[in-house]
Every structure is written in structure tokens, then in C-alpha cells.
Nanobody, 121 residues
Framework: QVQLVESGGGLVQPGGSLRLSCAAS????????MAWYRQPPGKQRELVSS???????GYADSVKGRFTISTGNAKNTVFLQMNSLKPEDTAVYYC???????????????WGQGTQVTVSS
């Protein structure tokens, strides 16, 4: 059962921009943190950016000043605006929710299935 759905990935030239979206399939009852991770080819998954329910944000050093995380008005969606993209940003990007969706009774981590971002000329 898909809990989170990512979209917005694709092929972009170096220096270009993409905006990733992640939407929860059901209403969010509690939202502690939503985050974006990425997994480059042949490497481990790494944290890119996160946002708390109160709006505090954090970024990996490699994306500071280029990526911006935000939530939608209903906080059922999280976005990742990616500017000045580099070839080393190429990866599958995943979103994660630390919280609870309607129908669940405990706090847990929910993951999306990922969206491919390729930065190449």
C-alpha cells in the first residue's frame, strides 16, 4: 500500500531546476517531521532536507543555498525546490513522514517509492 507519492523528477541539464512533490495518500493526523532523502547510484541513501511540524528546516551541506523544503497549506504535501542542479545531485529521491496517518494508531515512518532525478548535459 503506497502511503506517500513522489512526483516531479526527471532529466535536467546542469544549472537547471526541478520541484519535487510528495503527497500523503491519507490525511495526516500527526506530523513530526517530513524529509527528503536521496540514493545516488551505487551509494547509500542520505538525508537531503527535513522540515518539522513547526516549520523548522534543515539541509545537508551539499545542498544548502540551492534546495528549499516547504509544505503545502494543508501540510499533507511536502515540496523540494531544487535549483542550480549538479550532476552529483543525480539520484532517486524519496520522501519520508515521521508521524501518523488516518487509520493508523501509532507513530511510524512512512516512505514513498521514489522519483528519479538525473542531472546531465
Amino acid at each position: 500500500q503506497v502511503q506517500l507519492v513522489e512526483s516531479g523528477g526527471g532529466l535536467v541539464q546542469p544549472g537547471g531546476s526541478l520541484r519535487l512533490s510528495c503527497a500523503a495518500s491519507r490525511n495526516i493526523v500527526s506530523f513530526y517531521t517530513m524529509a527528503w532523502y536521496r540514493q545516488p547510484p551505487g551509494k547509500q541513501r542520505e538525508l537531503v532536507s527535513s522540515i518539522t511540524g513547526s516549520g523548522s528546516t534543515g539541509y545537508a551541506d551539499s545542498v544548502k543555498g540551492r534546495f528549499t523544503i516547504s509544505t503545502g497549506n494543508a501540510k499533507n504535501t511536502v515540496f523540494l525546490q531544487m535549483n542550480s542542479l549538479k550532476p552529483e545531485d543525480t539520484a532517486v529521491y524519496y520522501c519520508k513522514l515521521d508521524g501518523r496517518l488516518v487509520g493508523d494508531f501509532v507513530r511510524r515512518d512512512y516512505w514513498g517509492q521514489g522519483t528519479q532525478v538525473t542531472v546531465s548535459s
